[in-house]
């Protein structure tokens, strides 16, 4: 059974601050990561995508992933209160190509 | 360009009965994959269609079916619902290009009672 595990939280941090959201995978073979965000109520939003090992940077948003450990995680710089979401991490297993989600983790930034 | 767009957006059904779903993809994309999201459960892959073929499909029953028409339209269909079907039904569409990123309509909120 491929799995993507994360910390369901709610992970809280004060507003201005670094925001550390963690991710690992079973699939040994999976290519392709993501994180979405997702507002109560409302459907995922893609936020980065990642395919190499190392980091990718967007804005306040920073990737990174380690296949050899089978892990990514996502960095939120400069948390804002409307950051506060669930952060998904999706994977595209080796074998097939559909997203393998995690349970997501539920970050709140207090003002 | 118009993002991915889900009809209806809510639904109520009693236990029994059969409803269809509907989403249209970002223009040009050929892939529409579908999900169930659930509190318990959270995001689960149903199936994906590319070019009117299945080519992927998820661990849900036999009452779970899609289908793809020629302008990329998707629609699937539940037969028999159960209270446990009861879910966000979430559709993404998915573009060519290698990069396999989906992107996500507003969903079907279905409440079986």
């Known amino acids: 059974q491929k799995e993507v595990e994360q910390n369901s939280g709610p992970l809280s941090v004060p507003e201005g601050a670094i925001a550390s959201l963690n991710c690992t995978y079973s699939?040994?073979?999976?290519?392709?990561f993501f994180w979405y965000r997702q507002y109560s109520g409302k459907s995922p939003e893609l936020i980065m995508s990642i395919y190499s090992n190392g980091d990718k940077e967007d804005g306040r948003f920073t990737a990174q992933l380690n296949k050899a450990s089978q892990y990514v995680s996502l960095l939120i710089r400069d948390s804002q209160p409307s950051d506060s979401a669930t952060y998904l991490c999706?994977?595209?297993?080796?074998?097939?190509?559909?997203?393998?989600f995690g349970k997501g983790t539920k970050l709140s930034v207090k003002p | 360009k118009a993002g991915v767009t889900q009809t209806p957006r809510y639904l109520i059904k009693t236990r029994g009965q059969q409803v269809t779903l509907s989403c249209s993809p970002i223009?040009?994309?050929?892939?529409v994959s579908w999900y169930q999201q659930t509190p318990g459960q959270g995001l689960q892959f149903l199936f994906e269609y590319f070019s009117e073929t299945q080519r992927n499909k998820g661990n849900f029953p036999g009452r779970f079916s899609g289908r793809q028409f020629s302008n990329s339209r998707s629609e699937m269909n539940v037969s028999t619902l159960e209270l446990g079907d009861s879910a966000l039904y979430l559709c993404a569409s998915q573009g060519g290009g290698g990069y396999n990123e989906q992107f996500f309509g507003p969903g079907t909120r279905l409440t079986v009672l």
């Open positions: 699939d040994r073979g999976s290519q392709s």
């Open positions: 223009s040009g994309h050929r892939s």
């Open positions: 999706a994977v595209i297993g080796g074998s097939q190509g559909n997203l393998i």
